[in-house]
């Protein structure tokens, strides 16, 4: 039996189910909340009463967005031939921080047997739809450098090349992964085989 009220005890187990939060950060996180101002507590909910209420997906790449099109996909200085393939919309707002201008779209998730994730549950019929109307001239896969991430990529690759030896995407759609390599200042003794594999594969000459 907790000592705790039930509202308080209610809010620290919706905190734990967060990703990374266990119980005692949660319970931590509440007793900040409750040691603010009552104005500040306020504030905090209609934001999360907010985001419910007015965020949905985009209705082309599907990331979030607060209209039926977002700030992307609605842009006149975006490359309409480019599309990047991620894996959540997290991924696209990494990606904003390079100079990399093109579109986008959120597959929904990676392939992966372990944790009964097929095809079938990733948008993949949504990003078939989306090349076959010949705009995008080049589809640059850029899943995670996991197993799951290499698998969906070579996955799509394939899918997407059928659809192209039928006719219903242009075969001169140019497929394309994102480069792997080593990170700046890591040690080879404790890279994995995908990520040296990689590194090996995108070598350059060095003048």
Known sequence: MSILPKSVQNLIDQFSRFPGVGPKTASRLVFYLLSQEKEGIDELGQAVLAVNKNIVKCQKCYNLSDSNLCSLCGSNSRDKKTLMVVEEPLDIVALEKTDYQGLYFVLGGLISPIDDVSPEDLRVNELINRLSDG?????????????????????????????????????????????????????????????????????????
């Open 135 to 207: 705009t995008i001239r080049e589809m640059i896969l850029a899943t995670d450098p996991s197993l799951e991430g290499e698998a969906t990529a070579m996955y799509l690759s394939k899918e997407v090349e059928k659809y192209q030896n039928s006719g219903k995407i242009d075969k001169k759609l140019q497929i394309t992964r994102i480069a792997r390599g080593l990170p700046v200042g890591s040690d080879l003794e404790y890279a994995d085989e995908v990520t040296l594999m990689r590194s090996l594969e995108g070598r350059k000459k060095f003048n």
